[in-house]
Every structure is written in structure tokens, then in C-alpha cells.
């Protein structure tokens, strides 16, 4: 994952301190009904990592039994895969075919409706997409909606129009990256979200802070974290977010998305086991780590 992405040299001069919970999240946090502990899924972006095995796959192991393995260790999927193409029911129910009850994958809205006709006049594409997805049933967690980077506050109609077109029964969260988002007046946005009841997404990357804009629009989270191939920021950044998802679970959170990305996607398992190790630590929690073939890693801690 290259956005956000920031010189080696940088790291260490960043501010990567969380912001206050803004008065939209304690005011979604005052209905939030959830019980203790929520419910927690934790995975990376992509089960396709041949330098996985002989680390968390085992020595061997063949791509097409990536997932299954993959699902050994993780209990959900952020699912990029479905952005490159829609996806058919076929496909969608061979990967349905490798997990487990409890898995959920979490997939993205395909490129053609988000970045090619950049949300409008989609509803064949749209349809395509959720009959492809429906194919999940219980596997499938919130579906990704992230509209084109360059869409600023302008395109804020376009917005709200096409998600209320979609299901009223579709669990939806949205990610937004045009800086314009992150303004007093993009504060708008997150009030749409949130009498739409669709959730937004906090992404972590060293190098646009912006973005970790602390907005739940529902009493739910799904926050995107960016490391920087084990670097020692990498592990203090983490320490915060466990302190800030303890603080939420202590208000009653509902639900809790977080998935780990790595510029290099060689590192996300050492970093997800570390933020699990912590999470089970401060929160009393006793979230499953994944297991490596080659322990050497936890010399890391």
C-alpha cells in the first residue's frame, strides 16, 4: 500500500499523536448499546503472500490454499481484491468455501463504479457488484466504499445521492482522501454518514495525519493502520490506538474493524500479533494470535 507513504527519514519526526475524540464520536458513543467486550475482527488486505509461507503458511504450502490458511490464523479479510473486478457468485463462493462460520470478508466497491464513472450512472454495475457479494451471506461483513481520491467537497452530493441508493440493509463504511474532507466545511460529510447510518473509515499512514480524522459516524469502527515495516514508530502508534479502542469499548463500542497494512505486506503479521498481544493485555481480551512457523519474531516484543 503506497498511500500515505513517507521517507524512511521522516519517520521519526512525525506527530503521531491521535486527536480528541471530535463531538460527533462521543455523541454516537452515548447510543452505542454494546456489550463487553464487542465484537473484534482483525486481518490484513491480501491472503496472496508467498513470503508468508514458512512464516504463518505452512512450508509448502500452495496458492490455492492460501485463504484456508489464512483464515486459520485471522477471523476476517479486508477484501482490495474486489476492487481490481467485480466479482461473480462462483468465485465468491469458492472463497466462502475456505473459511470458517465466523469469518467475514470485507469487500471493496470495484474501481468501475468508484474511480472510472466515479459513482454516477452505476446501477448496473452496482447490481453486478452486490449480486456478486450476496453470495457471502453470513461470511459477509461491511462492504468498502472509498470514492476517487481527487472527489472533494464538491462531489458531496453525489455522495449522499448514491448511498442512498444502495440496500437500506447494507452495513456500509466510507473512506474519503481529498484533503478538502478534513476541513471545517467537510465536517458535513460525516453528519450525512451519520443520518444514513453508514460508518467512516479512520486511516492511519504516516504521511497524510489528516486522515485520522477521529469521526465514528456510527457506534462502530474501521480503522485502516499503515505501518512502516516494523519500525519502532510502527509499535508506539499501535500502543495509542489500543489505548483509544480501550477507552471506546469502556463507552460501549458495538464493533470493532481493524485491519493492518504494511508498505511492505511482508511485516503485517508481526505487527497484527503485537497490536493482538496488547489488545488482550489492556483490555482483559483474549483475541487468538496468529501462529508462526518460525517463532524468531517474538523476540521482536
Known amino acids: 500500500m503506497e498511500f500515505g507513504k513517507a521517507e524512511q ?5 512525525i506527530d503521531y499523536s491521535l ?10 458513543l452515548k447510543t452505542a448499546k454494546g456489550k463487553q467486550p464487542p465484537q473484534i475482527y482483525i486481518g490484513c488486505a491480501k491472503w ?8 504463518i503458511y505452512p512450508p509448502k504450502t500452495k496458492a490455492a490454499d492460501f ?10 479479510i479486508e477484501l482490495n481484491a474486489t476492487f481490481y473486478k467485480i466479482p461473480d457468485r462462483a468465485t465468491v463462493t469458492g472463497w466462502k468455501s475456505k473459511v470458517g462460520k465466523e469469518f467475514k470478508f470485507v469487500p471493496k466497491f470495484t474501481d468501475v463504479i468508484t474511480h472510472i464513472k466515479r459513482l454516477k450512472e452505476v446501477n448496473a454495475y452496482v447490481d453486478q457488484f452486490l449480486e456478486g457479494i450476496e ?12 470514492p476517487h481520491p481527487q472527489m472533494g467537497l464538491k462531489h458531496l452530493e453525489t455522495f449522499e445521492r448514491f448511498i442512498q441508493s444502495l440496500p437500506k440493509d447494507l452495513d456500509l463504511f466510507v473512506e474519503v482522501r481529498h484533503p478538502e474532507w478534513f476541513s471545517k466545511e467537510g465536517e458535513e460529510l460525516f453528519r450525512i454518514l451519520h443520518k444514513l447510518k453508514a460508518g467512516s473509515i479512520i486511516t492511519d499512514a504516516a504521511g497524510r495525519r489528516d486522515c485520522v480524522h477521529m469521526n465514528l459516524t456510527t457506534p462502530e469502527c474501521f480503522i485502516r493502520f499503515v505501518g512502516n515495516s516494523l519500525h519502532p514508530t510502527d509499535y508506539s ?9 480501550k477507552s471506546w469499548m469502556k463507552q460501549g463500542i458495538e ?21 493482538i498481544q496488547q489488545l488482550n493485555k489492556q483490555c482483559k481480551l483474549a483475541i487468538k494470535e496468529p501462529v508462526f512457523y518460525n517463532d524468531q519474531t517474538k523476540n521482536l516484543f
Open 19 to 28: 486527536p480528541k475524540d471530535t463531538k460527533l464520536t462521543k455523541d454516537v
Open 9 to 13: 527519514a521522516e519517520l521519526h519526526t
Open 48 to 55: 496472496g503472500r508467498p513470503d508468508w509461507v514458512g512464516k
Open 237 to 245: 502508534r499501535i500502543d495509542e490506538w489500543v489505548l483509544r479502542l
Open 135 to 146: 453470495a457471502f451471506g453470513k461470511n459477509l461483513g461491511p462492504v468498502f466504499l472509498m
Open 255 to 275: 464493533r470493532i474493524y481493524f485491519f493492518m497494512h504494511q508498505h511492505e505486506e511482508l511485516y503485517s503479521p508481526e505487527l497484527i500479533r503485537y497490536t
Open 67 to 76: 485463504l484456508a490458511h489464512y483464515a486459520t490464523h485471522f477471523n476476517s
